[in-house]
């Protein structure tokens, strides 16, 4: 009994999983809001059956993406950064670490950006949560011995939002122009050094 939970459980993960991938490869050919669900599919090799048993509506599908890619990318940044260094250099390569994940996949990014909030309340929500999260995530980082004594106060979240949502404009911006987001590296280092520095 147990045995068959953990495989129904597991087979659910994979379908999950796949369709988020399919998901994934329609927007950067088509963009979230031309994608549907055969779409999602034919890229995931599924059936739509399989679909509806895993979301209940694309966007639910694209609010879980999002989810992913809010995780996938707070990974990446805490692993660039090495709480040894000095404080200037850990902004960097926290930072550098979320130019190039955005760089990675600049149709995800753009339309995370700019059609998520598009969604309604849930998706408001599932931005605030992201928001939040991140947020947590930069005052765990600059809440350190190495920080404080070098005066860099704890980041809070007025600045949380100031920061990411500045640095997501301008990145946005940078793409819809057909420019690599990698552009935007050294203004938003330093826009962050600014903003998180000495007090």
């Known amino acids: 009994m147990r045995m068959s939970a953990v495989t ?4 659910a993960t994979t379908a999950r999983d796949r369709l988020l991938r399919g998901l994934r490869a329609s927007i950067k050919r088509r963009g979230y809001r031309d994608t549907t669900i ?9 059936s739509r059956r399989t679909f509806y048993e895993v979301f209940a509506t694309k966007d639910d599908c694209f609010l879980a993406l999002g989810e992913e890619m809010n995780h996938q990318m707070q990974a990446l940044i805490t692993s660039a950064m090495d709480p040894g260094a000095s404080w200037d250099a850990q902004v960097r390569a926290g930072v550098t670490a979320w130019v190039q994940a955005l760089a990675a996949e600049p149709e995800l990014s753009v339309s995370w950006i700019r059609e998520l909030p598009l969604l309604g309340e849930l998706a408001r929500r599932v931005q605030r949560e992201g928001l939040r999260s991140f947020a947590q995530m930069l005052m765990a980082i600059t809440d350190t011995p190495q920080m404080r ?6 980041v809070t979240m007025a600045t949380a939002t100031i ?11 940078v793409a819809e122009d057909g420019q690599p987001i990698e552009t935007i590296t050294e203004p938003a280092v330093e826009a962050a050094i600014r903003l998180l520095g000495p007090r």
């Open 149 to 154: 004594q070098a005066g860099v106060p704890p």
């Open 163 to 173: 920061l990411l949502g500045g640095l997501g404009e301008l990145a946005a911006a």
């Open 8 to 11: 129904e459980s597991d087979a």
């Open 38 to 46: 055969s779409d999602i599919v034919a890229h995931a090799r599924t």
